[in-house]
């Protein structure tokens, strides 16, 4: 009854003595008043209505986010996670009583992998039967089928993320750039969040079909000088005998021109010679090569800038390549190199450094596809577990593997008895692999959207 009377005082008259009586005509204008009094009382419970389904939709966000930041961490660095295990074998103690903290991070690499550091799985419960049945037919070259089913199965995700990853990986490697990009639309306006890059593995995927095998690695650390040119020297006498060689630059803390003139010829070297490259922190490295130098200030030679423009081309980002080919333009007063689209170059996610571990695992890196026999891969595997204790096999080159021969590859795995790891797979083959039991034998890493 307060609110009645509360609208209704809106439109009372408070010039005029409490004793004056309606006038003639009086009573139709008070019907109008009550009836838009009225209609205004709907409109504002339409408006709080409004308001509150934003704000649950909100709340059901920032709760995908922080699902999503649970299930979604970071890549650790290879073998860096060290939980707490029932009995373990005391440390070594300083003289001062403490524990001997060199001596646990001399401990090899493989004895750092333990089968208790296993990944979660990032699948929720209600999505999980449908997930597992569009891996099957992704598996089964069934595309166009599973293409249909992820988008009827957006709506009913209900925050859980890997529909949509699936989605997203589904278009890049068919290359359906158009398909992709509406997709990200929907997702940040879903999510509240920046959409996945386009980063399609087709053109990488055809540079050299049927290769696999240790990836030869190289990674660089500290500060990028003169230093370098014997990691260099190895790494072009690798390129002698293999198509493919990773560049990790994620521990790079500090650049001189001397050595980015190094690394800038060993890239021009290496793209002239039409070898596919894996760039690891390259981004990191063109913001810290960024960040010392100055549109207008001449230093003692142009390679800072001339590096930079080079890991901007392979990191196809023509746009900011442009306007920094202009601020050297004014820099040095000459005309800046123009932009061509790299080729045959991937990136991959940089991983946390850890003072313990190897910055440059070696990899075994899996075909664009596997489908019926394994064949000689079998073979190339067991050469590889002959001389390694613990497997990473690197899968971002990897579009699909059929579900025979994932089969067929379990089963060889299994027969290994070795610590085993896949990185950077697609969300399509990762469904399928935790379907097939591999999560069993082996750690998953699927690629980080």
């Known amino acids: 009854m307060r609110i009645s009377v509360g609208l209704f005082s809106i439109f009372k008259k408070t010039d005029a003595p409490a004793t004056t009586q309606p006038a003639p005509g009086d009573d139709d204008e008070a019907a109008r008043m009550a009836a838009n009094s009225e209609l205004e009382r709907q409109q504002q419970q339409a408006r709080q209505r409004e308001i509150a389904r934003a704000t649950a939709m909100k709340i059901d966000a920032i709760e995908s986010a922080m699902t999503f930041d649970i299930f979604n961490e970071p890549e650790p660095a290879w073998g860096s996670q060290r939980a707490a295990r029932p009995a373990r074998p005391k440390a070594a103690a300083h003289a001062d009583g403490g524990p001997d903290t060199q001596a646990q991070a001399d401990i090899p690499t493989t004895l750092l992998l333990r089968d208790d550091d296993l990944p979660q799985l990032a699948v929720a419960a209600e999505t999980a039967p449908v997930v597992e049945e569009i891996a099957i037919l992704y598996a089964n070259g069934q595309a166009a089928v599973a293409e249909q089913l992820l988008n009827a199965s957006l709506a009913e995700a209900n925050g859980d993320r890997t529909v949509w990853w699936m989605l997203f990986d589904l278009y890049q490697v068919d290359g359906q750039r158009d398909r992709f990009d509406n997709l990200s639309i929907d997702y940040a306006s879903t999510f509240e969040t920046s959409p996945p890059p386009w980063n399609a593995p087709a053109a990488l995927a055809a540079a050299s079909p049927g290769w696999a095998g240790l990836t030869p690695t190289e990674a660089f650390a500290g500060t990028l000088d003169a230093h ?12 002698a005998d293999s198509p493919l060689l990773r560049l990790e630059f994620s521990r790079v803390t500090a650049v001189e021109p001397g050595g980015c003139a190094l690394l800038l010829d060993t890239l021009r070297k290496l793209q002239a010679q039409q070898r596919e ?24 030679t142009e390679a800072p800038w001339l590096l930079l423009l080079e890991l901007l081309q392979l990191l196809n980002r023509e746009k900011e390549f442009e306007e920094t080919g202009m601020d050297y333009c004014v820099t040095f007063e000459v005309s800046p190199p123009s932009f061509v689209a790299p080729h045959k170059v991937a990136t991959a996610t940089a991983q946390r450094p850890s003072a313990s571990v190897s910055a440059a695992p070696d990899r075994f890196m899996l ?13 190339q595997i067991q050469h590889y577990a002959d001389q390694y204790q613990t497997l990473v096999f690197d899968c971002s080159r990897l579009t699909r593997i059929d579900y025979a021969c994932a089969n067929q590859l379990h089963a060889s795995l299994l027969q290994l008895g070795k610590k085993i790891e896949f990185r950077d797979v697609n969300h399509l083959v990762t469904a399928l692999l935790r379907l097939l039991g591999y999560a069993d034998i082996a750690r998953i890493y699927p690629h980080k959207y």
Request: proline share 6%; aromatic share 0%.
């Open 367 to 379: 075909p664009p596809q596997l489908e019926g026999q394994l064949g000689p891969l079998l073979g």
């Open 277 to 300: 490259l894996i760039l690891v922190g390259a981004d990191g490295l063109a913001a810290l090569i960024r960040d010392g130098i100055a549109i207008g200030r001449r230093d003692d």
């Open 228 to 239: 370098i040119a014997a990691q260099l020297d190895r790494l072009r006498l690798a390129a």
